[in-house]
């Protein structure tokens, strides 16, 4: 849900390139590559695909970062948020 309280957006912020961090949730789907062969240095199929999967699971975050680092979670208007609103319990 997302809304407006006191001229503060609130909610969830979507953007697409969130997407890509689902590619490393593949990982989690053990019968895709739950196998001895081939082997590599001598590890089974299974253990180096994990091992592998860190590095993609390392660039997928990376690239959402730099992909929406510089985004404004608000198209259109300045952002103002202060390091006051940042304090739990921002009382003013």
């Known amino acids: 849900m997302s809304g407006k309280a006191a ?3 609130t909610g969830l912020q979507i953007s697409a390139w969130n997407l890509v961090l689902l590619i490393p949730l593949l990982m989690l789907v053990t019968p895709w590559f739950n196998f001895d062969k ?7 199929f299974f253990y ?3 091992f592998a ?7 997928a975050v990376a690239i959402v970062y730099v ?5 404004p979670v608000v198209k259109g208007k300045p ?3 202060a390091a006051e609103d940042l304090d739990e319990g ?3």
């Not at 999967?53 to 660039?59: E, N, P, T």
Request: proline share 6%; glycine share 16%.
């Open 67 to 71: 992909m929406t680092k510089g985004a």
């Open 90 to 92: 921002g009382q003013r």
């Open 38 to 44: 081939p082997r590599f240095l001598g590890l089974p």
């Open 48 to 50: 180096w695909f994990q």
């Open 53 to 59: 999967f860190v590095f993609v699971g390392v660039a």
């Open 79 to 81: 952002d103002r948020l």
């Open 7 to 9: 001229g503060r957006v």
